[in-house]
């Protein structure tokens, strides 16, 4: 195994990510296992910074939403964006260097929160983190438009545009959550555009940058329709921003921003269907089988339901009952663990072909794959019971003139839900055992897997 320091290419530095996504992930299912081990073992625990559910629950997000996202998208961007433009990609170096800046400050923010949690963001949303983050994702996007619009071929797969996609609302997100929350109303709408541009949107996109990718070139099969990759596009990218605000219905928000946010939402099934219709038929046409793409298949069908969860929380009798409850983290666990599914797949492929040696898909990477799979279709279902339970009990306390949010009314709450809290710690342990298991299969298949021919990237003019 040898990894260069300075990486001359785009294959050497896939190499330098192949390594640091599993430990991301290792570290974000740690910190997840932590927060949901203290939520069901408070009592046994002191009470000091670390040890504190809203501190673990914001390091849990700053890993899974920032830290692994930045990984996923460094992967996916140093290999698949010039394979998808079929070039190589100028201004390599400062490529390299910004693709690093994009893990490190999301590290960089962990880090200063776990050791300054009182004074790091004194400044607020306008914090030197934010602006540091801010600087290195512009490089990015300024890098990518250079590399789109040096292309010299007649047509562009599908992967680049996505990826382009991703890194231009990561950029916009870092924006909406600089902006300062003036008045309380500015709490609602700032927090549903973040997340609507990060996750809905960002995070998609990455996702379906690498699926495009997996279910064409390794196994030898032809897209079925770019139109249908194009309508699955512009259908996300115009729909996505605007359907977290739904969730805030009855909130100080204007109305007409949750009605189109609504409807905006159903119309979601568009682009979906362009995808799940897109990837059925080029997998019917694939002349080849791989191994590594075993992950690829559940990520679509966890990805679709999350997006059909997402469309179901529209209709206005359920909306009162799951916009203020666990149900709203469903989505985001939803499309982070699509995300997650398709970025082993990506890293396996990669493996023999950046590293020249094969893995073995011995009992421990099925282990693995069934881990996955089950972990995370157990984080849906689970957290979508935490939320119809929670929400139908306060909607009924509240219609009968009883608020359940405070004594013997929150005690019958709890008494439905309490199991369930429980039951994501017992998954999150699930998921921390896999990814470690996932960073041993990594690590043994570079180290000790037999030779195979290394991928040269040779690319031509069409």
Do not use: C
Not at 80 to 108: A, D, Q
Not at 410 to 423: A, D, K, M, P, Q
Request: charged content about 10%; overall charge neutral; glycine content about 6%.
């Amino acid at each position: 195994m040898k990894i260069k320091l300075f990486p001359k290419n785009e294959q050497e530095l896939s190499k330098l990510f192949v390594l640091i996504f599993p430990l991301t992930l290792l570290l974000s299912f740690t910190i997840s296992f932590f927060k949901n081990a203290y939520f069901t073992f408070a009592n046994l625990l002191p009470t000091n910074a670390i040890f504190n559910y809203g501190f673990l629950d914001r390091l849990d997000t700053q890993a899974s939403l920032g830290l692994v996202f930045g990984a996923s998208l460094s992967l996916s961007f140093s290999y698949l964006f010039s394979k998808s433009l079929g070039r190589t990609m100028i201004l390599f170096p400062l490529v390299f260097l910004t693709l690093l800046g994009v893990v490190g400050t999301e590290f960089l923010d962990i880090l200063v929160y776990f050791f300054f949690e009182n004074t790091a963001y004194d400044l607020g949303n306008s914090s030197l983190i934010i602006l540091l983050k801010i600087l290195v994702v512009f490089g990015l996007f300024g890098l990518a438009s250079l590399n789109l619009l040096a292309k010299k071929e007649s047509s562009i797969f599908a992967s680049a545009q996505f990826l382009y996609g991703a890194v231009v609302f990561y950029l916009v997100s870092l924006f909406v959550v600089r902006t300062q929350l003036n008045i309380f109303s500015d709490i609602f709408l700032i927090n549903a555009l973040y997340t609507s541009t990060h996750i809905y949107v960002g995070i998609t996109f990455i996702y379906l940058a690498i699926i495009h990718f997996l279910m064409t070139r390794p196994l030898e099969a032809v897209l079925f329709n770019k139109t249908l990759s194009s309508i699955t596009f512009w259908g996300f990218l115009f729909l996505m921003p605007w359907t977290n605000f739904k969730y805030y219905y009855g909130s100080l928000l204007p109305n007409w921003i949750e009605n189109i946010s609504i409807y905006l939402s159903i119309s979601l099934i568009v682009p979906l269907l362009a995808f799940l219709v897109n990837f059925i038929k080029t997998i019917q046409s694939k002349e080849t089988d791989n191994k590594s793409l075993e992950l690829v298949s559940f990520s679509v069908i966890l990805f679709s339901i999350t997006t059909i969860f997402h469309m179901i929380s529209s209709f206005e009798n359920l909306l009162p009952i799951l916009g203020i409850t666990n149900f709203v983290n469903v989505i985001s666990y939803g499309y982070v663990g699509s995300l997650v599914l398709a970025t082993i797949s990506l890293s396996y492929y990669l493996i023999p072909k950046l590293f020249g040696r094969e893995v073995a898909y011995s009992r421990l990477e099925n282990i693995i794959f069934t881990g996955f799979k089950f972990s995370y279709l157990l984080i849906l279902i689970n957290n979508a019971l935490i939320g119809i339970n929670s929400g139908y009990s306060w909607n009924a306390g509240a219609n009968a003139g009883n608020p359940t949010i405070y004594g013997e009314g929150f005690g019958i709450v709890w008494n439905l839900v309490s199991f369930n809290f429980s039951f994501n710690t017992f998954t999150s342990l699930i998921l921390l055992s896999t990814g470690f298991l996932y960073l041993i299969s990594v690590l043994r298949a570079i180290s000790s897997g037999e030779v195979t021919t290394v991928e040269e990237m040779v690319f031509k003019n069409e």
